[in-house]
């Protein structure tokens, strides 16, 4: 994967200016639209990220539903103009399989036996685009779902680790993910440590890996953080005066 | 002050005392929701959104969506549509109705105010007719808000409701399912609505009805001094 003449790293620093173990900047907004049951806005360096929450609701079509628990959707799509080269508006095999792996991410999260019968869609929608954004859009949807106010276990955090140049980095930006020699999007629950989503494009070498994951999991307890945060301050105004 | 906690959040070790809303693992309660802690008696933690959910012995408020012998379906605002059975209206008497008599009862569109009798595993919802079921078509304004916020509209021990009413000098109805179906005349409905969507919006800070008090003075008012 490595091409010659690009240097990732100079200085110890990366291109950006990050150093290895360092995540881009990030912003979180809950509940930015009206319409759906819950929303989050998320935005990770160059990534902005739109969650949309819908349900539960009535399960259409009927032979879809679970008689035991609701069903939850995901579907991830980017934007036409998310990337430099037009993106060809629609699902494709690529965005197909993201919205596979991200539902599959939440889904231990979620007590689905609470609404049998029911849907639970969650619509992810990538504004803009700069590797890692199965990731973003996971950390959005989980805010998402809280908001929604649909029973969970937990909060998923999800953040992306990657070699370049030899070295163990965490969460590339485009450049890096083009040019690395290797890519490992991952998804947990920082509070248990479980981890719902693990992928990898290029190879790592078992201590690589373990390095990986142990930068991984310590930027998801700072996503968790953020993402706690942005929950609790949509209600900071001095809740309930005490009439319930 | 009420402490607000999302899913996965510690809320007591004492798993004797977890209740709606928490969860155990490992001998911890955690919270399921996005909500208040509530910690009296049981810990409860009640969310802040989320959909209604119908349980036995709720008055909610209904629109009939569907009519199929013999039932009418019922939307509840809920996950969950409601059905209403023929014999509702034949209780007490011999007599059966039919297919074609059904919509002469109750036609799609009519609103009901009705009580959940069951909801079973399957979540088949079972309603029963109130006495004072019917809504008519010119007899006030339905508003829909979040249940979870009916609660608020009612205020402890109906300090809100009653200071509404009074001020507004409207019959106001709040079924559990976050329906509000609000009676009087065209002014005053204008008011009270106004009202319920400052709660709704509010819902979350304290101080609320004597702020909405304010408010409603100071519509009065103002009404008053437009009229001279």
Known sequence: MKEEGIELIKDGKRLDGRGFEELRPMKIEVGVLKRADGSCYFEIGNNKALAAVYGPREMHPRHLQNAKTAVVTYRYNMAPFSVDDRKRPGPDRRSVEISKV????????????????????IYVELLQSDAGTRTAGINAASVALADAGIPMRDIVSSVAVGKIDGEVVLDLNAAEDNHGEADMPMAMVTRTGTITMLQMDGRLTKDEFERGLKLATNACREIYELQRTALIEKYSESVGGGEE | MYKVVVPGDLVSEEVARAGDGTYVDDGKVYAMKYGIVHDKGEIKVVALTG??????????????????????????????????????????????????????????????????????????????????FRIGDQEGRLVEISHTKVPRVIGRSGSMIKMLKEKCNCFIFIAKNGRIWIKGREENINLALQAVLMIDNEAHTSGLTDRVEHFLDQSCKKKRMESK
């Open chain 2, 51 to 132: 959909k209604y959910m119908p349980t036995n012995g709720d008055i909610v408020i209904g629109k009939i969506i569907e009519i199929s012998f013999p039932f009418w379906i019922v939307d509840i605002a809920s996950p969950y549509e409601a059905r209403l059975h023929t014999s509702e209206f034949s209780r007490g008497t011999e007599r059966r109705m039919d297919f074609g008599s059904m919509s002469a009862h109750l036609d799609l569109g009519d609103l009901i105010v009705a009580k959940v009798l069951n909801v079973d595993a399957l979540m088949r919802v079972d309603l029963a007719l109130m006495d004072e």
């Open chain 1, 102 to 121: 991200s539902r599959d991410a939440l889904d231990p999260v979620i007590l689905t036996e609470y609404y049998p019968k029911t849907a639970i869609d």
